[in-house]
């Protein structure tokens, strides 16, 4: 097979399981609705990563060097949104699945990944390290995206569900405010690390 799916899976478990913005605002999430409530926003969240492998499995990066100016214009409307996901979940309280309101829905999960750092350069890893010289771009696309999906339907919730069983603990304590800034700075810092350094979700 032209992907080397051992080492891929390895390599894309320790990024999709590992904090960063997705998972950091998946967290906050889970523990401000719950998992049940916060589905709808998981979904989105795992499936908007296909809207940058498909891209990438079929040649943008190729124009990346023709085009400089839009993809760091891209960069930082991408450092934007995340450092506004970030505020957001400093400024959650925790309700143990009982908050008012309602949770992020599936469209706005849907474009975590697309402006997410992090996620653009895992995939790029992805597919410059595991894929053979040579594969048939469809063939190497379909590989690596239902790699990931596959990963992300395991792990994306697993992170949502530790957020609502946080909540349990937490809910209405002083710790509860400290937990909501220490992952809004684990957000912010994954984006500083992505940006010179790479890996993480």
């Avoid at 996901?85 to 474009?111: C, D, S, T, W």
């Amino acid at each position: 097979m032209s992907l080397a799916v051992l080492p891929f899976l390895t390599f894309a478990t320790s990024q999709v399981g590992t904090p960063g913005p997705a998972n950091m605002v998946l967290l906050a999430t889970g523990a401000r609705f719950g998992l049940r409530r916060a589905l709808p926003f998981v979904a989105g969240v795992a499936l908007g990563k296909q809207l940058i492998i498909w891209p990438l499995g079929f040649g943008l990066m190729a124009v990346q060097d023709d085009y400089p100016m839009l993809f760091e214009a891209l960069k930082w409307v991408s450092i934007a949104y995340i450092l506004w996901l970030a505020y957001r979940v400093a400024n959650m309280r925790l309700k143990a699945g009982e908050a008012e309101g309602q949770p992020h829905g599936f469209f706005a999960g849907l474009i975590v990944h697309p402006l997410n750092p992090k996620a653009w350069a895992m995939i790029t890893t992805g597919f410059t390290t595991f894929v053979s010289t040579g594969t048939p771009p469809l063939q190497a696309t379909a590989s690596i995206a239902i790699c990931l999906l596959g990963l992300q339907m395991i792990l994306h919730p697993i992170w949502t569900y530790a957020g609502q069983r946080i909540a349990v603990s937490l809910a209405g304590t002083p710790g509860e405010k400290y937990l909501m800034w220490t992952l809004a700075a684990l957000t912010v810092a994954s984006v500083v690390y992505a940006l010179f350094a790479g890996g993480g979700q």
